[in-house]
């Protein structure tokens, strides 16, 4: 994926949840969270005590063209100083048995995020190291659960793939990327009178071919022709390539070889 | 992320889209594609052509739990011959200038596989090889394009992150996931009885200790506290942890040391 431009450049300004990695392990995953983040436009990152040390050049080098997000990231001591500024927090986990606490899809979680910023609040997510998960001292600190359903029989989303989900998310419940668009390729869709003369040169042609055959059903097979080209999105252009398709079978017709 | 049980068994059979991965290079890469798909419950893939042939050893041990996918994949020496028994296909790509063509985001896209699977339709998900993506001699055999509305200054999805999004978003149009439960520990919501008892106990207590004073601010004092208990989400729990805080407040007081 790359070189979509829609969504526009404001979008990915303004305030936004902050990621919170709790002991991460490999700088490598740093580096790819970071990727996920800022490609939905995340770039707010904390680190609660990296198990190597920070800066980590590990992270860099798989941060590449992230590496805005890993400038400005924040080292804390504990989890509770990394959350300490900030108003609400999502623990990103699997549903706990022992803690009761409101556990939201990441679609739900994310729109919640936006109503909290939307009232000039701060939110963060937490996510825990790689493979342990958050625990529960840390997911108590939280006000919800962000729990991705993933299939039961198969739950093995990395880091940055629970980063990444969570910031699509985010992107989706802030963007405004409308669900369905045409790319026209230098071109326009046909106008209605564009249609209907297209009809009347296949009508013609088709006539003098003999091709409405019988007579009694010519109609019905005018008509289906109409329908049909009123139901192909054509364009200006597929127009012109029927036209001079059209045109050519007379050629080879006055040819005649 | 893992151990997540909501969610019935029985959304992960039936129909389903069908991924295609043209021209994958890395067999790792076809594994973690594999991985993706499965944690949403997705487990048809066709290759078309895969670089390295097939069986790919390399894939295999990418895919770890997710080999059933593997096990039945389909290898297609061309996308035609791979996309031929299908009836509706997206192409995964950014958005081409040099095509007509719809372009949906992934939410779209899905919702638009599932009314389609509903009508028994066949449709498939085509990806392109992991540098280049999809060539336009494979985007022409696609109905429409998906297209992940990423950050224009930063778009590097990789292969099994673009599976992971679009299996994603299948999983989120068709499964039958609450947006928010509340995971109880081992206990229930405290009912309007507990509450208006744990109430009337705090306002004896409180009462012998003298803390609703003045007294002309008393009542507007326990109108606010039997409010703050309401707002609360208090399960059981909570309200026999408070009624235990009070006695030991009595107790300490009685000990008067």
Redesign the interface.
Known sequence: ???????A?AD?SGPQPVMVLVAPQMGENIGFAA??M????LERMRLVTPRDGWPNPAAVATA???SRVLDHVGVFESTADALGDLDYVFA??????????????P??AMAHTRALIGEGKRVGVMFGPERA?LENADIVQANA?V???????????NLA??V??VA?EW??QT?E?????????G?QFASQVEVQKLFEHFAQRLDDAGFFFPDHKADSMQMNLRNMLSRMPL?Q?DVQTFHGMLRQFVRWKERGD
């Not at 990103?92 to 899809?105: E, G, I, N, W």
């Not at 729990?147 to 989303?157: R, W």
Request: hydrophobic share 35%; net charge positive.
């Open positions: 994926m790359s070189g979509t431009d829609h969504g450049q990915w990727r996920a800022w490609n939905f436009g590449s063209g992230a990103t986990t699997a549903r706990s048995r022992d803690l009761t606490k409101p556990v939201m899809t679609e739900r998960g659960i729990s991705v359903p993933v299939n039961p029989g198969f739950a093995s989303l793939q629970c990444l989900l699509y992107r989706r963007g990327d409308a669900p369905e668009v045409v790319e026209m390729a071109t364009t252009m």
